[in-house]
């Protein structure tokens, strides 16, 4: 794995430049390989070196070293100390720090002998041959004076760019500058260091396409033999060519031994291919491959994946596919400069399909729930925006009810272009169609067992589809100065829906006391005044100089009661409450709800703003002021039975941030109730990773939550609370959507190279921990190593019973990485790694 660092401020560190100076002694001693000390880079040349490298090959500016000139029409420069010539044999002899030049190619040597009779040339002691990046040394060689094809004894070489060497008992320069070596290694080790190198009977390393091949090769550690293959395609730059990528292979208990041999094909410059071969030693052969594209108006990739397993663990389960496939298609399109399509369609064989199988490839969204199958066209015009939208999903879970599609979806928002009197008169339109295919009857789960599906428990309008059409009017008059705002507005929400409703929802409406009437049609009005001051002063903090700002600001909202008893809820849901809640026009997401409202909002930002403009603390603390109860409520809850709903008060509202520097920052919001004089939720990160040294990252957090507004698939209503279906029923899982977690991870240089990796979250309401790990990372300049021992809680549905679903799992985790090569063995470290602590991939991005 490779990556060049946009910024080389490793020796800031201090560290890292120690464990340079440590060979920064033997690195002075291959300046013939064009090495130079780290200590005699310059900033840029650093900045391409990596943190632990001692050096790097730089190649010395020369004459002609980019010209481009033929060989054949390119004049020939000699120099030498010493000459002389035989008139009968036509042979020239040059002495002493002899130099010849054509083209951009130079030849250098103790003593040349130049036949010129057959054009050809004698090179004796300390040859060097220089060409495009690339030198070769050896001990004599024998050169085409008229096409610069060159064979040369007992040969080292360097690619300067690519931080790569090698050595050959003969290697041979080629007309067309492809070098060809006979038992040559490659490694990216700086000199003296072997602790890895690919060593073959025959290597191929041509400059002009960037790429290098090699037959009959070993993987050698420390001089020991630890892989073979009869032919490898590597890398000798950053340029894309078709071949194998580097392999990766790993062990686990679900798929046994697993081997990826990914087959890149560079197609043309604006599109490529990529095969990717999986072979798992308990399910047999995954083929993976991908297709990508770009070109001046499109962008996309085309995927796709089939694997018939031979794993039986699910043989019992509903909907499994013994034969296992997935497609992905993803495509942006402008058409023209306002109209845009795009593509963003997957399907699976079975809804355990991202559960088993670790897909290679970039394929959107990989949720645990549900995959996309959406195509939208976009039109912008000056003042309006027109989207046709067609969006289903395809399950990828059987523990979740099938949500809605909306096909189709057209939607129109814009404002009218002219503002008379200073009024803004906007507007949002749509019409959607809702519709899913519910289950039906049992599911069996990994034993056989019969199980209810959650869709089969729904009841009433939960089972409701339908049309929705909704047209929402606004005129606002935006009054703004520099020491405050003012902002009234006036909106009007009318939607009309035309519902279906099947038997069983028929049959079920006096289990929920609702009534069904498919034609609801439902018209509010909303009146809102925002407004706020604002007041600033110069000041110090922690005896820094600043600028603190005080900004009241008050919010009035009004919006009547209107029943909505008869109107399901297709894509909406409740906001959860924080500070921003306090000036939202609807508590509610979507639009099948709008939430009653008579109140009135009061909060307070300060923040402390440096000279340079850098935010150095925020503070917002706000409460509501309610005047009547909300009664519109998610279907089936009472609001009388519901604090939330009949309180004078919203919770307080707080949320601050506070950067110690540019590196350290903390971020925090509590919401506390006065009424029962508890914490409703709150949440504090701490996070730490200086721009002088990424490799150092400190993350401490803390996650409290239990006032959820959700809908219970267990039970098929909406219920507020963190527990999970009904007292009294195998199902009932108590507090299990209260969140009391912590969350601490870090990684952190002990010592130049070794850094000590680790996280560690728990749940405090469950008492259990969720994820856990330790080790440590070797980084060298060639090399890098991970071990980890990784205790985390596995999701794996074998039942509709999500607690059964949750199992502990532990193992132990080694990654080795070749840089020059990749990942060689344990890739998928970097995934729980980069999932479970943040600034992990910014660390990845900035490191050699």
């Keep these: 794995m490779s990556a060049t660092a946009s910024r080389s401020a490793s020796d800031a560190s201090g560290e890292p430049a120690r ?27 650093l900045a391409e070196a990596g943190p632990f490298c001692a050096g790097a090959y730089v190649e010395p500016t020369r004459p002609g070293m980019n010209d481009n000139t033929p060989m054949s029409e390119a004049p020939t420069y000699l120099s030498a100390k010493a000459s002389r010539y035989e008139q009968n044999e036509q042979i020239a002899t040059l002495a002493g720090d002899v130099v010849m030049r054509q083209s951009s190619l130079q030849v250098e040597a103790d003593e040349a002998n130049l036949h010129q009779l057959d054009n050809r040339g004698e090179l004796l002691g300390n040859v060097r041959l220089r060409d495009k990046g690339m030198l070769v040394l050896g001990d004599r060689a024998q050169i085409q004076l008229d096409s610069g094809e060159a064979d040369i004894d007992n040969a080292q070489y360097v690619i300067h760019d690519a931080h790569v060497r090698g050595t050959a008992s003969y290697a041979k320069r080629e007309v067309t500058s492809i070098v060809r070596l006979k038992d040559g290694t490659y490694t990216r080790c700086e000199p003296g260091d072997n602790a890895w190198h690919l060593k073959g009977n025959n290597v191929t390393l041509n400059p002009t396409t960037g790429f290098g091949t090699a037959t009959n090769v070993t993987l050698r550690v420390k001089d020991i033999p630890v892989f073979y293959t009869p032919y490898i395609y590597f890398p000798i730059d950053d340029r894309r060519q078709s071949g194998f990528l580097p392999p990766s292979f790993s062990v686990s208990g679900d798929n046994g031994f697993s ?86 369609y997957t399907d699976i064989s079975d809804p355990y399909y991202f559960q088993d199988l670790e897909s290679q490839m970039d394929v959107g969204s990989q949720n645990r729930e549900f995959v996309d199958q959406r195509g939208t066209l976009t039109y912008r015009g000056d003042s309006y925006t027109a989207r046709l939208n067609a969006h289903a999903y395809e399950r990828a879970s059987v523990i979740n009810i099938t949500p809605y599609n909306r096909l189709p979806q057209l939607t129109l928002d814009g ?58 009017p606004s005129v606002s008059l935006p009054l703004d100065w520099t020491w405050g705002f003012f902002k009234p507005t006036v909106k009007y929400f009318q939607t009309n829906y035309d519902l279906d409703l099947d038997a069983q929802g028929r049959s079920t409406l006096a289990n929920t006391g609702e009534t069904y009437n498919s034609s609801v049609n439902r018209g509010v009005g909303l009146f809102s005044v925002d407004s706020g001051l604002y007041f600033d002063r110069d000041t110090t903090l922690f005896n820094r100089q600043a600028r603190q700002t005080l900004e009241p600001r008050l919010f009035y909202l009004y919006v009547p009661n209107e029943d909505q008893d008869e109107i399901p809820v297709f894509d ?20 099948d709800r709008i939430g ?58 707080l949320e601050y941030m506070y950067r110690f520097n540019r590196d350290w920052r903390l971020n925090a919001d509590f919401n506390w109730d006065p009424d029962s004089h508890s914490t409703r939720s709150g949440s504090a990160m701490f996070h730490y990773q200086p721009e002088s040294d990424p490799r150092k990252i400190v993350n401490l957090g803390y996650r409290y939550r239990n006032d959820t507004m959700r809908f219970d698939q267990a039970t098929g209503r909406w219920t507020f609370g963190g527990d999970y279906g009904t007292p009294g029923t195998p199902e009932y899982i108590k507090d299990y959507y209260k969140i009391d977690q912590h969350d601490f991870s870090v990684i952190w240089p002990i010592v130049p190279q070794w850094s000590v990796i680790a996280r560690w979250q728990f749940d405090y309401n469950r008492s259990r921990t969720l994820e856990a790990f330790g080790g440590f990372e070797y980084d060298s300049c060639c090399w890098k190593l991970r071990l980890i021992n990784r205790y985390w809680v596995d999701y794996d549905e074998t039942s509709l019973n999500p607690d059964l679903n949750e199992e502990p799992d532990r193992g132990i985790f080694l990654q080795v990485v070749l840089k020059g090569l990749g990942g060689i063995f344990g890739n998928k470290t970097e995934g729980f790694l980069d999932q479970g602590i943040q600034g992990f991939r910014e660390r990845e991005d900035q490191s050699m």
């Design 19 to 45: 464990a340079a100076a440590e060979s920064r002694q033997r690195a002075e001693d291959y300046s013939r390989l064009d090495w130079v000390p780290r200590d005699q880079l310059t900033p840029a040349q």
């Design 259 to 344: 081997l990826v041999t990914p087959y890149y094909i560079n197609l043309a410059p604006n599109y490529d291919a990529t095969l990717y071969p999986h072979y798992m030693a308990k399910r047999g052969l995954l083929m993976e491959g991908e297709f990508r594209y770009l070109t001046q108006s499109s962008e996309g990739q085309i995927g796709a994946a089939f694997l018939r397993d031979s794993e039986d663990e699910r043989e019992l389960q509903s909907d499994y596919r013994e034969d296992r496939w997935m497609y992905n298609i993803q495509n942006r399109t402008g058409l023209d400069s306002r109209l845009l399509a795009e593509v963003d």
């Design 596 to 653: 009653d409202a008579n109140q009135v909002s009061l909060g307070l930002t300060s923040r402390w703003i440096e000279e340079n403009g850098f935010e150095r603390q925020r503070v917002s603390l706000g409460q509501a002021f309610y005047f009547r109860d909300r009664e519109v409520q998610m279907p089936l809850i009472d609001y009388r039975e519901r604090e939330d709903a009949t309180s004078d008060v919203s919770p307080y509202a």
């Design 572 to 591: 909406t849901s409740e906001y959860t409450f924080n500070y921003s809640s306090l000036f939202r026009e609807n508590r509610f997401s979507g639009r």
């Design 415 to 472: 404002q009218l272009p002219f503002q008379p009197g200073g009024l803004n008169f906007a507007y949002s339109t749509e019409a959607v169609r809702f519709e899913r295919s519910l289950e039906n009857g049992f599911y069996t789960n990994d034993d056989g067992i019969p199980e209810l599906w959650y869709d089969e428990r729904l009841q009433g309008l939960a089972r409701a589809e339908g049309d929705r059409l909704h047209v929402e």
